[in-house]
């Protein structure tokens, strides 16, 4: 830093690389932070365990007598989030361009069916899901079994669909003006602007928002387990239960805590990689 | 009003549309306390939430490098874990641990209702979030601001409490709008820990009266609704705010 | 764009056709012989008459009956795991076919689901209150904070009656767990699962007791669809449900799970045993 008022060569553009993400991602404390406060938790419980008790096992050996059981229902909250993530997409796509259509009334329908997906809570459209869509679906040539889980995956993916529409409208909203013109001047229709010119230049500025989405959308697969799903959640409380013991409950919550934690985590970091590298040069 | 009791109960009746909270004043009663319960839990998180991202803002520019870590593992943990899960934690784990206090019948209990535990942690969690947007906002602030500032004898603090946070808070309002209506839409999880707001408030009605469809549309054109008028006065209060030239 | 229309057409059209397809009116009995299935609805929360174990079965009495119900059909036995506030929407929805989950035969449930009679099991109202709570009596609770479960029949009455602050929770670990972290002054639940909970003999509830008289004892059923009341299906749960208690089948599955013998069980095996 130069006390004399001239002008310094600007910061060099942030490299971005994969490898600067993972250094990142190890030299955050965080991670230590969380897994210490795991461990510390399962100390101070073993501490605790009632003594002299003889066949009562560790805190430690009935987290890992439990912890596969509820990783499957971890690896199903997964499976949700993948599946709504995919579905939303897709339903989210259309409705976008839907918002930043040429024909007004599809326009304000758009709009109106993303304002109300957007303002209503995630817990309370799953409840409405759950409960009053129809177990099965009777086409004139089949029945359609719907079960459980895809009710919820419909439910999660509805408010992934608006928000998806909004990045949607936003990554459209940022190209210049001048693209659509040039599109025009080359007597492209308006249909073929927005698929071969606009959209592949979007698609990378809309990535970084995206995953921020799957990761909020990771986070509240855990509301199916309120719903009465089968997931990570109920199976812990369950787990809870059937042991019965309170110096359990801070270090078995504390773990599921830390899955999530490492899952979503690199993905955060991941996403700001990301937003660096495809941040607008202009 | 008794009409539009009848008018509903005929409803009921006639054609099985059972809307109880317009004529059984029980079920009434309890969904507009559930809704009141809502507007409140929303305010108090907003208010602490809003504390807490304004001082963890300002943690996060001290010189003291353990500080600074401390708050990023604040943010990075609350960011990055389910909210449910963390409710769940403050709840039923921690509230176990904390030591408890004698109630006036005698009891045993633990020092922060299950209505504390819901404020505390859906703050926290909406405070991560705000600490973040202060951060952007800080950071747009043009760096001659903050250098006329000095220039002119303002502490750290003063700079901060004068200038920063006025043309922060001005810059960030749209996003904190964002914050303030995922927070009112997070206030339903506290249902899981049987806080009465309106969700819980619902389902009471619905599991006695086994009106499930009709109470499902009330809660979900009730929250619609409320979320609407909320986004409805924030948007006329950004743009009343809106710093003229300055589209980020 | 035109592509787009069509398609939303389309949409529009098989939804339209979803929507107003009338509910199929098939027998159920002949409905699951031919899927060779029959989906049972039951507790896995409620020790030991349906709870999960280490592996993420569901076992419990309940799922021993629900066996005893899929092997004399000759057909594979599927559960889903049920709660008060879910089960009989469930039913009638299709989802399951039979619910075996403590479910409280009440005159306002048997105009939505039909109840097989005999009654399987009896359970009444009771609280799981710490010895410190000193509660003697229903009044006792009275402005006091009263953990609870959603979807119980007995929420109401007892909030009506006695006037606690009820706080409920979608199912009972949490419940439990409020309990246990003095959240509440007890738990108002089934004297079942109460005195099967306290006889386990976990050190951790040598601390409580069921001070209150139990109160409002409802017979527990087996829950099937209106439809299948008086249809095929209901007959052969009805005839069933008269072999357990002749049988004394459901006495041996009490002791095999460790609840305590109860009186009415007792009661039906006498009056069976002779027919």
């Known amino acids: 830093m130069t006390p004399l008022p001239v002008l310094l060569p600007g910061k060099p553009a942030l490299a971005g690389s994969a490898r600067e993400g993972w250094r990142e991602f190890f030299s955050g404390g965080v991670l230590v932070a969380v897994l210490a406060a795991l461990a510390i938790s399962i100390l101070a419980g073993e501490a605790r365990a009632q003594p002299g008790i003889g066949a009562s096992p560790g805190v430690l050996a009935i987290l890992l007598k439990w912890s596969p059981l509820i990783f499957q229902g971890f690896l199903f909250n997964l499976m949700v989030s993948v599946l709504s993530m995919l579905a939303g997409t897709a339903l989210g796509l259309w409705l976008g361009l839907g918002r930043v259509s040429q024909f007004v009334a599809l326009r304000r329908a758009s709009g109106g069916v993303i304002q109300f997906f957007r303002n209503a809570p995630w817990l309370v459209l799953l409840f409405y899901c759950m409960f009053l869509l129809p177990f099965s679906i009777t086409l004139p040539f089949a029945t359609v079994p719907l079960p459980d889980a895809a009710k919820a995956v419909i439910g999660l993916s509805l408010p992934v669909m608006a928000n998806v529409a909004e990045i949607v409208r936003g990554g459209v909203g940022s190209i210049p003006l001048e693209q659509w013109e040039s599109g025009e001047a080359l007597a492209f229709s308006r249909s073929q602007i927005m698929w071969m010119v606009i959209l592949p230049q979007c698609l990378r500025r809309m990535i970084p928002p995206w995953m921020n989405l799957y990761a909020i959308l990771t986070m509240s697969t855990t509301l199916i387990s309120v719903v009465g799903i089968q997931d990570s959640m109920t199976l812990a409380r369950a787990a809870l239960v059937a042991e019965g013991r309170t110096e359990l409950f801070i270090p078995m919550y504390l773990m599921l805590l830390s899955w999530f934690f490492l899952y979503c985590y690199p993905i955060a970091r991941w996403t700001t990689v990301l937003e660096r590298r495809f941040r607008v040069r202009v | ?248 | 764009m035109l592509g787009v229309f069509t398609r939303a057409a389309l949409a529009c059209v098989l939804l339209a056709g979803w929507s107003a397809a009338p509910a199929r009116a098939e027998d159920t009995l002949e409905k699951i012989k031919q899927h060779g299935t029959i989906v049972v609805g039951v507790k896995n929360d409620y020790k030991p008459w349906g709870f999960v174990d280490p592996s993420g079965k569901i076992v419990g009495m309940e799922i021993d009956l629900a066996e005893d119900v899929a092997k004399r059909l000759g057909v594979k036995l599927e559960l889903i795991p049920v709660t008060g506030a879910n089960r009989m929407e469930f039913l009638n929805q299709g989802r399951i076919d039979l619910i075996l989950a403590t479910m409280g035969d009440t005159p306002e449930r048997r105009k939505v689901v039909g109840m097989i009679e005999p009654n399987y099991y009896a359970g009444a109202t009771n609280v799981l209150a710490p010895k410190s709570a000193q509660l003697k009596q229903w009044a006792d609770l009275k402005g006091r904070k009263l953990c609870a479960v959603q979807g119980a029949y007995y929420n109401r009455r007892v909030s009506q009656l006695y006037g606690p602050d009820l706080v409920v929770f979608p199912a009972v670990p949490e419940a439990m767990n409020a309990l246990q972290g003095g959240n509440c002054v007890g738990f108002l639940f089934d004297d079942t699962l109460i005195v099967s909970t306290l006889s386990a003999g976990d050190p951790k509830w040598q601390d409580y007791e069921m001070p209150l008289v139990s109160e409002d004892p409802q017979a527990w059923a087996m829950g099937v669809r209106l439809s299948d009341l008086e249809a095929p299906f209901g007959g052969f749960l009805k005839k069933l449900s008269i072999e357990w208690h002749k049988t004394g089948t459901l006495v041996e599955l009490e002791k095999k799970w460790g609840i305590k013998p109860s009186p009415f069980l007792q009661e039906m095996h006498d009056k069976y045993k002779g027919s």
């Not at chain 2, 859906?122 to 202060?134: D, H, P, R, Y």
């Not at chain 2, 006695?208 to 054109?221: G, H, I, K, S, W």
Request: include cysteine; charge should be neutral; proline fraction near 5%.
């Open chain 2, 1 to 248: 009003m008794e009409r539009i009791a009848d008018f509903f109960r005929w409803l009921n009746d006639a054609h099985g549309v059972n809307l109880s909270i317009f004529y059984d004043s029980l079920d009434r009663s309890r969904f507009l306390e559930g809704l009141w319960t809502t507007v409140e839990l929303s305010t108090i998180c907003t208010l602490l939430s809003l504390v807490i991202g304004v001082v963890g803002a300002w943690l996060q520019g001290a010189r003291f490098g353990p500080t600074r870590g401390l708050v990023q593992a604040y943010i990075q943990f609350f960011r990055n874990t389910p909210p449910l899960v963390q409710l769940f934690f403050f709840y039923f784990a921690v509230g176990n641990e904390l030591p408890h206090v004698l109630d006036q019948h005698g009891m045993l209990v633990p020092p922060i209702s299950n209505v504390g535990w819901a404020v505390l942690s859906l703050s926290l969690f909406a405070g991560a979030f705000n600490i973040e947007i202060f951060r952007a906002g800080i950071e747009a602030v043009p760096r001659a601001m903050v250098e006329a500032a000095e220039s002119l004898g303002y502490s750290r603090l003063g700079v901060y409490r004068h200038v920063l946070l006025p043309l922060a808070f001005r810059i960030s309002l749209p996003a904190l709008n964002n914050n303030l209506v995922n927070l009112v839409k997070t206030t339903t999880l506290a249902y899981a820990i049987a806080v009465p707001e309106l969700l819980y408030a619902a389902s009471q009605i619905w599991s006695e009266e086994l009106n499930v469809r009709e109470m499902m549309n009330v809660l979900l054109v009730t929250y619609v609704a409320l979320i609407a008028v909320l986004v409805a006065i924030m948007g006329r209060w950004e743009r009343a705010l809106h710093i003229p030239g300055y589209s980020p």
